[in-house]
């Protein structure tokens, strides 16, 4: 795609892969730097680390990498970027600042480890850590001061690199380095003074804030993989006809108007007409409809479903790039690409908080001079200043509060992906929930069995489940699960084309299908299997009619039934101060029964909608001033769910939609989406205190270290209570409970739900 868009006389569109950016301010500087060129509207994604640009012919790609690298960045085509494993470098250079610093810090805090000489080990574990460890600080930060900005990166360059300054400087040139020499503590600047190394404030911060980095580019290595997930999905191969015979080639080689094969249990290649046979094709996975849809000779089918029944010829209408698959991709992505990015509010305040700091120390340092305060407490008190300011705080109070709380939520069957779902959790007032397999079990299910006057319940069923046992049709399936093991066979069995299915089981000649079917063959159906039929119908059931020996016998009523934790669920997210509306591709008497079991009224009940139309209903919605979470297991339901502020995928769905989700709710139990939006709202907001409490901490020490009332002893020391404290702050997340054990919940009315399906 993006070679086909590189060059066009009129322009066109295309994806640079951005590297080199560290925060969402690096994103946003990116794309201004894009869109200051003429003719140009890019929207650049932190999070998938891409830029899409639509460009006009005064522009030439090759510009637009030009600007990119002129912000400081890099920009390249994805087909031409690498596809070796990205976060080796960053995992080994976490792995060897670990290595080396969980020593300093030992025999900086451990009086008993600080041997003869310790100081200077403590100089040769340090050094690596700071440069080779902290270099894409130090990298980064010499590229945003190029153009006058400021990050977290700068923060963490500017006070790793003076703490080891100091200390380098404190070991050569001041008494440190005297053999013997102990840790000194010191409360004001110039009495603890050139004794006084801070190595393990150094090589601290930069591993802590490595591990950070790491664990977040884990994360966003993720946000593609909804597009990969939904091209795999496709067939690998398909048997085209040439010539009478089949021939097995890959599908890639499949060209529109060629004749192909289907056989039951095979995936159709691509979207196409039936040219022969006749069969049901399970469609649920990109329409949403549980039951399968009855396909013959002039019907279309979609490249990707599945056929349930009989072979099937189709000839290949669509291929690559325009078929339906390929169109839903594209709207994942377009869905990813529109989502705001959350600017952090580190980031954001960092871009002002560094030159402060940075002009505190300096200002510290000429002050001190003039007052003739001597240079080692004026040079000491500038130093308190910029490691008092120095950002571990900062930088653990989001990774750490997110490292817990996406840990207990693994405990409790919930994935969290990443920070900025956090925000959305905060805001949401609207939960979306797609019908088949969130709300049902998506999958067909013998809900009732009424038999004609005089008729045996159990032994219509056993003879119903023997003949439907020959069948591969999901509706024969049910039936057939649901009559057991130990059925007798059948014989002279027929598949009877849209209608149902025909066999002898001990010696009775059986009918299994629609009314129609037994109409046909003079079986009409008495008053009481006539309601029977009419009332399945009107609850969206399909009706299975059974007769034999001339007879009407019963009606099987079969449905997608509702999960019987779903009008808890509902009731639960009610509680939240949310608004659940039921989103489905079934028909209208399906949702509103559906909905009517679980607790959410028929005005929030949204039916017979296409994928694409799925997201046209979030997007409504949004337009509306909502802020919607959507909860869906299929892949019809990805691009809806990129498209949502929050995005909560079934753990029992297709990996498309987990992909494609914010959260993912590993049991399939709809009850943990309430507990994983508290989950989400809880971790938010102690990330936030976390925040508070790390730069009130610096607005309320600076001032303190600048006036010589701290020496960097006590900054480091106050710097290393701050991270304590921020860990401590989250690891209270580690006894969240859900609201199914009691615990954690304050009591309250809940509102009756529904009764749940038959079953």
């Not at 969980?102 to 040769?124: C, D, E, K, R």
């Not at 705080?393 to 956090?422: D, F, N, S, Y």
């Not at 020490?701 to 006590?714: E, N, Q």
Request: proline share 5%.
């Amino acid at each position: 795609m993006a070679s086909a868009t590189t060059r066009h006389p009129a322009g066109g569109e295309i994806e640079l892969a951005i590297g080199g950016m560290t925060c969402a301010s690096c994103a946003s500087r990116v794309e201004r730097k894009l869109n200051r060129l003429d003719g140009v509207r890019a929207t650049v994604n932190f999070a998938t680390e891409k830029a899409k640009v639509v460009y006009d012919g005064g522009v030439t790609p090759g510009e637009l990498v030009a600007a990119v690298e002129n912000a400081g960045y890099t920009a390249e085509l994805p087909s031409a970027a690498p596809e070796a494993d990205d976060l080796a470098p960053p995992r080994r250079r976490l792995l060897l600042s670990i290595v080396l610093s969980v020593p300093v810090v030992a025999m900086a805090m451990i009086p008993a480890l600080q041997f003869p000489g310790w100081q200077w080990l403590s100089l040769a574990l340090a050094v690596p850590v700071v440069l080779y460890g902290g270099w894409p600080f130090h990298r980064a930060t010499l590229a945003n001061l190029r153009h006058a900005a400021a990050t977290m990166d700068t923060l963490v360059s500017i006070g790793t690199l003076a703490a080891l300054g100091w200390s380098v400087w404190a070991l050569l040139f001041g008494t440190a380095g005297t053999p013997g020499m102990r840790h000194g503590f010191a409360l004001t600047a110039g009495q603890g003074g050139t004794s006084t190394i801070y190595f393990e404030a150094a090589a601290g911060v930069v591993t802590f804030i490595l591990a950070g980095r790491y664990l977040e580019a884990k994360a966003k290595r993720r946000a593609g993989g909804a597009l990969r997930a939904l091209l795999e999905m496709g067939a690998k191969d398909v048997a085209v006809l040439r010539d009478g015979r089949e021939v097995r080639v890959p599908v890639e080689r499949l060209a529109r108007g060629d004749v192909f094969v289907v056989r039951p249990g095979e995936k159709i290649a691509t979207d196409g007409v039936v040219e022969d046979g006749a069969s049901a094709v399970d469609a649920s996975m990109l329409t949403g409809e549980s039951v399968p849809v009855e396909v013959r000779p002039g019907d279309t089918v979609t490249g990707a479903t599945v056929n349930a029944g009989g072979r099937l010829v189709v000839r290949a209408t669509r291929v690559g790039a325009g078929t339906r698959l390929a169109q839903m991709a594209r709207l994942v992505e377009d869905a990813q690409n529109g989502k705001a990015e959350v600017q952090r509010l580190a980031d954001r305040v960092s871009e002002f908080f560094v030159p402060i700091v940075i002009l505190l120390s300096l200002g510290t340092l000429v002050v001190r001079l003039y007052a003739d305060a001597g240079a080692t407490s004026a040079f000491t008190a500038a130093v308190a200043v910029l490691i008092i300011a120095c950002p571990c705080a900062l930088g653990l109070a989001t990774p750490t509060a997110l490292m817990v709380g996406t840990g207990r939520g693994a405990q409790l069957g919930i994935l969290i992906k990443g920070p900025e779902v956090l925000e959305s959790t905060r805001r949401v007032d609207t939960v979306v929930l797609d019908k088949t397999g969130t709300v049902t079990a998506g999958q067909m299910t013998l809900v009732d069995v009424v038999p004609a006057p005089g008729e045996d319940r159990d032994e219509v069923l056993r003879l119903a489940g023997a003949l439907e046992a020959a069948s591969e049709h999901p509706i024969a399936r049910a039936v057939a699960d649901a009559a057991g093991e130990g059925l007798p066979g059948v014989t002279g069995f027929a598949a009877l084309e849209g209608l149902g299915v025909r066999g002898a089981v001990e010696g009775r000649h059986l009918l299994a299908g629609r009314p129609e079917l037994l109409a046909e063959h003079g079986q009409s159906l008495p008053a009481e299997l006539e309601r029977a039929v009419a009332g399945a119908r009107a609850r969206g059931e399909t009706a299975v009619a059974v007769g034999w020996d001339g007879r009407a016998r019963a009606v099987l009523t079969v449905a997608d039934v509702v999960k019987p934790t779903s009008a808890e669920a509902v009731s639960r997210l009610k509680e939240l101060g949310l608004r659940p509306v039921l989103l489905t591709g079934d028909h209208r008497a399906v949702a509103e029964t559906v909905a009517a079991s679980v607790g959410v009224p028929p005005e929030d009940v949204i039916a017979e909608v296409l994928p694409s139309g799925k997201v046209d209903v979030v997007k409504r919605l949004q337009a509306e001033g909502r802020v919607v979470a959507m909860v869906g297991d299929g892949v019809n339901d990805a691009a809806a769910l990129a498209q949502a502020d929050l995005g909560m995928a079934m753990g029992t769905g297709s990996d498309v939609a987990i992909e494609a989700s914010d959260l993912t709710l590993v049991r399939g139990d709809l009850r943990v989406a309430a507990d994983a939006i508290r989950l989400s709202r809880r971790t938010l907001r102690t990330i936030k205190g976390n925040l508070f409490w790390a730069f009130a901490y610096n607005v309320a020490a600076i001032p303190l270290a600048a006036t010589g009332l701290l020496s960097p002893m006590v900054a480091g020391a106050a710097m290393a209570f701050s991270s304590v404290f921020v860990v401590t702050n989250s690891l209270r997340l580690r006894r969240f409970a859900p609201l199914a054990t009691g615990r954690d919940r304050r009591p309250r009315h809940r509102p009756r739900a529904g009764g749940g399906g038959d079953a």
